[in-house]
Structure formats: C-alpha cells, structure tokens
C-alpha cells in the first residue's frame, strides 16, 4: 500500500474496534482497485464521538462505518439521515460531502443482498426472525421492502418483539411466545447473540429444523445452530456473508462504486 499526498481516507469508528474485519476488506479492495485510498480503525470514546465526527469532516475524509456502541448516539451529528436509517434508528455508513454529513444504514440491506448474491428469493416468503435487538431491526426493516409474505419474530423479552412486530408494515408481522413449529417457515434468522461461545445454548430447538429451510446465522462463525442445521440437511450462511455485503454498500455510497464480493470474501476468510 502507498500513501500519497492525494490519499483519500475512510475508516471506522467504535469502541472496541481491534476486531474489526471491515479494514482488510476495504483495503484489499483499494489495493484490487488500485485506488489511492485507505480505510483506518479508530477507537473512539463516547465523550469523543462528535469531536471524532466533526473532526474527520474536517480532515476532508470521505465517510466511515460506525460500530457497537455508538450506531444511535451518532445520529445527533448528522446534518442528513437516510430514510432507511431513519426507520432503522441507527446509522452505520457516514458520508462527507460539501461540509454536510449524511447518515446511511446498510445492515440490513447487506443482509438482503447476501441472500440474493446466494439465488434465494425473498419475495412471498415466510421469515422466522430469532431477536428484536438492534441487528434484528435492521433486518426485519430490509426483509419487508422484499415483499416478503410473513415476518414471525420471537425475543425472550415479549415486548421488544411486539415493538418490533408494530413498526412493519406491509407485511404480515407477528410475534412469538415460543417457536413450536418451524414447518411452513422458509428462512430461520438468528438475531441473538446466542451462539457467539460455544457452549451457548442453542437459540431454537433443533429437532424442528428440517431440508427445505435456509438457516442464516448472522454471528460471523460456524455456530452449533448451522452445524445441526446442516446435519439436518438444511442450506446454511454465516454472518460473514452479512458483513462483506454491508460492507460492500458503504463501499459504494463513498466511491459510487458497486465493489467485487470475491475479493472481499477472499480478504477476510
Ligand atoms: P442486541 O441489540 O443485544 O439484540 C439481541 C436480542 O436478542 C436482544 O433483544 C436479546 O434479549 C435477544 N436474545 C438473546 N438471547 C435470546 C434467545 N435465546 N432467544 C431469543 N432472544 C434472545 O444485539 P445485536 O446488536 O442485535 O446483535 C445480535 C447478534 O448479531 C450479535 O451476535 C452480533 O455480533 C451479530 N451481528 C452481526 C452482524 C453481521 O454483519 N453479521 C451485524 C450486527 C450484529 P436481551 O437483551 O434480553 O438479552
């Protein structure tokens, strides 16, 4: 990698930010591109978060990712929000443009787009969403502007189902006391952090997993869920798929280009 006096700068900000995957991707994709750009990690603080903001506005950077915890708290910098991000409540993308700042969540677009990249057509489908925290909400927003037929949600706290169930629209969205069946359910998305260690419990039971289901985990690990999804003969992804494609949007609202998967997927596996 060069830096030249022309370098154009993107990066992340959150807190951790040491595990992040997100600067291998975009890097290789400079690199693959050959682009004088590079993509940097930076820790920031809570209390530093709109010095952090401002200041990279005023460095002339082109945009960042935002990360755990500061995807809500950031929203009182921006001078525009998208309406996807509205809705979503959070922001993860950041664009710098002619001193104005504007807000983007790609989340859950990422996570549309991964299925699509996968030749699985969400129209009239029937969507079981495990989780109603904040990756959740950006899914379930996404999956109802596919048209799907049915989004079921279940979350060991009731009402944050509930809540989420009543900010969808168009879309058939009820929740859950308890997953009893998975029989006429499409595609099983797990939405909790349940999975993460591995001696986690698993966040559903198994023996209702069945062939004709796609189980999507967005945990960016093969997690005991997907392993017994798979005995079971179910088609499997991983949250790795979520990330690059995610990722691959931010990419193109800074540069206006739509960037080559492979080389992302390749970067970070
Ligand atoms: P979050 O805001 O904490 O939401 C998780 C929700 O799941 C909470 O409401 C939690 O309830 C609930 N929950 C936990 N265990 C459950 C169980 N066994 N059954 C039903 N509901 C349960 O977390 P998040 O930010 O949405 O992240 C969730 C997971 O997605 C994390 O593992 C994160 O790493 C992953 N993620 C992946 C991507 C990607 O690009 N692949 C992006 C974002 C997040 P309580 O609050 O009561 O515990």
């Known amino acids: 990698m060069k830096i030249t006096g022309k370098t154009k700068v993107v990066g992340i900000i959150g807190l ?36 952090a903001i401002f200041g990279l506005s005023a460095l002339g950077s082109i945009g960042c990712n935002v990360t755990i915890p500061h995807k809500i708290e950031v929203m009182k910098y921006l001078t525009h929000i998208d309406e996807k991000a509205k809705r979503i409540g959070a922001v993860n993308t950041i664009l710098f443009k002619e001193g104005e700042i504007f807000g983007f969540n790609t989340d859950g677009d990422g996570f549309t787009s991964s299925l699509k990249d996968a030749g699985f057509i969400l129209k009239d489908k029937n969507v079981l969403l495990l989780g109603a925290g904040g990756a959740a909400r950006a899914i379930a927003i996404s999956l109802q502007d596919m048209g799907i037929k049915r989004l079921s949600i279940f979350d060991k706290e009731r009402q944050k189902a509930e809540d989420l169930a009543g900010s969808i629209d168009n879309v058939d969205a009820i929740c859950l006391d308890k997953v009893e069946t998975l029989k006429d359910i499409d595609l099983l998305v797990n939405a909790t952090p349940c999975g993460m260690k591995d001696n986690d419990p698993l966040p559903c039971d198994i023996s209702l997993l069945h062939p004709e289901i796609l189980v999507y985990d967005i945990i960016y690990k093969k997690t005991s869920l997907l392993k017994e999804a798979e005995k079971r003969g179910a088609k499997i992804m991983d949250g790795m798929e979520m990330l690059i494609h995610q990722g691959a949007l931010s990419f193109e609202i800074w540069t206006g280009i739509y960037p080559p998967i492979d080389v992302m997927r390749k970067a970070i596996l």
């Open 16 to 51: 951790p930010v040491s595990h992040t995957l997100s600067p291998l991707m975009h890097n290789s994709l400079f690199s693959f591109l050959d682009m004088d750009w590079v993509y940097l990690p930076f820790e920031v603080r809570q209390e530093a978060l709109q010095k």
